[in-house]
C-alpha cells in the first residue's frame, strides 16, 4: 500500500479513512494531525517575498526572494517566542560541520500551521510596513 493522505472534510472521508485504518495490516502507522498552511497562503507570503527582494535591502545590498524567505522566517519565529508563543517547530542556529561560520536549521514555511501561516502574513505585513514595502498582493 502507497503513503495516502487524507483531508477529513466531511463524515463520508471521515468513514472511508476508518475503512481504510481497519483494513490497513499491522504495523502501519497513522498519523493525524493539524492541517499545514493552504497553496493560498503560501502563495501570499512568496509574493509577499518577491516584493520584499525587489523592494529592500539588507546589509547594504539586494537580496534573492528565497534569502528574505529564510531571513523574515527566523525573525518570524524569534518574534513569536519573544511574545511567549513560539511555534511547534523552533528553529536553532549550529556551528557549520567545518566549523567555518553558522547554519539555520528546523524552520520551514512548509511546516507551518494554518494559524502559525495567518500570523506569518499578518508579521510580513507589519515588518514591510515599518520599510515602507508596497505591497503587489491585492486582498479578496
Known amino acids: 500500500m502507497n503513503k495516502q493522505t487524507f483531508r477529513l472534510i466531511s463524515p463520508d472521508v471521515r468513514a472511508y479513512c476508518c475503512d481504510k485504518i481497519l483494513d490497513a495490516p499491522v504495523g502501519y502507522v497513522v498519523e493525524i494531525k493539524e492541517p ?59 556551528p557549520a560541520l567545518n566549523g567555518d561560520g553558522f547554519v539555520q536549521l528546523g524552520i520551514q514555511t512548509r511546516r507551518l500551521s494554518k494559524e502559525e501561516a495567518r500570523n506569518f502574513v499578518e508579521f510580513l505585513k507589519a515588518w514591510g510596513a515599518e520599510q515602507g514595502v508596497k505591497w503587489s498582493w491585492r486582498e479578496e
Request: with cysteine; hydrophobic share 40%.
Open 36 to 94: 499545514t498552511r493552504s497553496v493560498e497562503q503560501n502563495a501570499h507570503f512568496h509574493a509577499m517575498f518577491s516584493d520584499i527582494a525587489k523592494q529592500c535591502e539588507f546589509m547594504g545590498q539586494k537580496w534573492p526572494a528565497e534569502d528574505w524567505k529564510r531571513l523574515l522566517a527566523d525573525a518570524f519565529v524569534r518574534a513569536m517566542r519573544e511574545l511567549g508563543t513560539p511555534l511547534k517547530q523552533d528553529g536553532r542556529i549550529v
